[in-house]
T-cell receptor, first 108, second 114 residues
Framework: RKEVEQDPGPFNVPEGATVAFNCTYSNSASQSFFWYRQDCRKEPKLLMSVYSSGNEDGRFTAQLNRASQYISLLIRDSKLSDSATYLCVVNQDDKIIFGKGTRLHILP | AAGVIQSPRHLIKEKRETATLKCYPIPRHDTVYWYQQGPGQDPQFLISFYEKMQSDKGSIPDRFSAQQFSDYHSELNMSSLELGDSALYFC?????????????FGPGTRLTVT
């Protein structure tokens, strides 16, 4: 089983819709979790850290489920500018592990 | 706010040449990471430094070496370049002392080996 797994997509979603991604991790001792977004040929940008209690930032909500070992990202009222690759990142024993990313295309 | 600075932004080298990539972390950040990202791939972790000491090593080839200097900037040295080394090289920094592993990425150096 890969350490961090994501559905590569692409997810083709109409503008205004809600979309959700999951990311599973294999090491139950993982300590920190993050979502990054990456636009084509650009650097990954930190979207949000994922806390045990879940957290929300505007249209974005991230949740952590330790029992099932996954994190999720929910995007509400999606915009064209949300089109990007979303990378799940997990810190395991001070080792940062990236998922392979989920591609999202918001359709006008 | 100051971000991670990388130089050069673009670099073209021939096979068997050497290259040096530079990274200037966000001020007061104590940890630097290097990543390699090939076309259509996720970032592959190469190496990291915490307080000027190597802290973790990933899939960095033996032909590559890196170090972090007293001013916390880091350099990735690449020798005997191969065509397969063509990629985007990102540097990221974080403040590990705060027990915070949020990494902030630089804009990357695009290396093309011909």
């Amino acid at each position: 089983r890969k350490e961090v797994e994501q559905d590569p997509g692409p997810f083709n979603v109409p503008e205004g819709a809600t979309v959700a991604f999951n990311c599973t991790y294999s090491n139950s001792a993982s300590q920190s979790f993050f979502w990054y977004r990456q636009d084509c040929r650009k650097e990954p940008k930190l979207l949000m850290s994922v806390y045990s209690s879940g957290n929300e930032d505007g249209r974005f909500t991230a949740q952590l489920n330790r029992a099932s070992q996954y994190i999720s990202l929910l995007i509400r009222d999606s915009k064209l500018s949300d089109s990007a690759t979303y990378l799940c990142v997990v810190n395991q024993d001070d080792k940062i592990i990236f998922g392979k990313g989920t591609r999202l295309h918001i359709l006008p | 706010a100051a971000g991670v600075i990388q130089s050069p932004r673009h670099l073209i080298k021939e096979k068997r040449e050497t290259a040096t990539l530079k990274c200037y972390p966000i001020p007061r950040h104590d940890t630097v990471y290097w990543y390699q990202q090939g076309p259509g791939q996720d970032p592959q972790f190469l190496i990291s430094f915490y307080e000027k000491m190597q802290s973790d090593k990933g899939s960095i080839p033996d032909r590559f070496s890196a170090q972090q200097f007293s001013d916390y900037h880091s350099e990735l040295n690449m020798s005997s370049l191969e065509l397969g080394d063509s990629a985007l090289y990102f540097c990221a920094s974080s403040l590990r002392l705060a027990d915070n592993y949020e990494q902030y990425f630089g804009p990357g150096t695009r290396l093309t080996v011909t």
